[in-house]
Each structure stands twice: as structure tokens, then as C-alpha cells.
């Protein structure tokens, strides 16, 4: 992914596949949907139909995807959240979406030209706590604007 920010909405034909190997480490299927936004009787709905945790995987993201408001960096601060508490799993995807690095920076600073998350660091480096998604997603668009 480039060093630009991305402000696309993820999309299950094209990223789907992405977002299931970034989220492959998570084992609460249930937990990371309701961080995500999915609501309880969806993922009611999910576990009675695919016992299967895999299959809960793909259909919780395909869902949370399917709403045209999913983002690498909405995914990043649910999986650091109190609900899926995987920092170092968000900060690895944080780092290898740069974009997601920016903004998340750009968050806590402000600045034209804020820190970047450190390869070993965390990007609670950066940050005293996950910035809101709709905080970065305002930072994006003035941004490029």
C-alpha cells in the first residue's frame, strides 16, 4: 500500500481476502464484530449459521464491510479497543498500512508532517489513546483538500 492516505471504503470483492489475513491471529469472531459496529442480532444470526470460527471470520468482516464504512484504520482502533485488546496486532497492521500509520499520527499531532509509527514501536508511541475513526476520517478528507 502506498505512503498516501487511502480514503477508499473497503470492499468485500477487493479486500476482503486482505482484511481475513490481517485478522487471522483474532479468535473472538463475536467481540471484534460488535468493536466493528455489527450489531448483536447479526452476530447472533453469524454464529447460528456458521459454527464454524473460520466462517464466522468471513461472514462478521464480509457484513462489517458490506456497510461502506469499513476502513483499515475503524480496524485498527477496534482491534486495540477494550473489546478484541490485540494492540500489537493493530499496530502491525498500523505499520504495514502506512496510511492507516498517517492518520493515526496525524491524529494525536496535527502537524503536516507527524511522526510515523516506529517498526518496532506501537502506535500508542504516537498516541495517548485510538483516536476516534471519524476524527481520522475527517483528518483525511482535509487532508487532501
Known sequence: MSDQVDTR?????????TVMIATNPIDNWPRLGL???VPQPTINHIRQQYPNPLDQQEQILSHWIGTGEATWAKLVTAIAGPLVNKKGLADEIARNHPAVSQALSQHQYGGSQPPSVPPNG??????DK????????????????
Not at 506501537?122 to 498516541?127: A, F, K, N
Open 35 to 37: 468493536a466493528l459496529g
Open 122 to 127: 506501537s502506535y500508542e508511541d504516537v498516541l
Open 9 to 17: 471504503p473497503l470492499k468485500v470483492t477487493d479486500d476482503l481476502a
Open 130 to 145: 485510538p483516536p476516534d475513526p471519524n476524527d481520522i476520517m475527517d483528518l483525511i478528507k482535509n487532508d487532501i483538500s
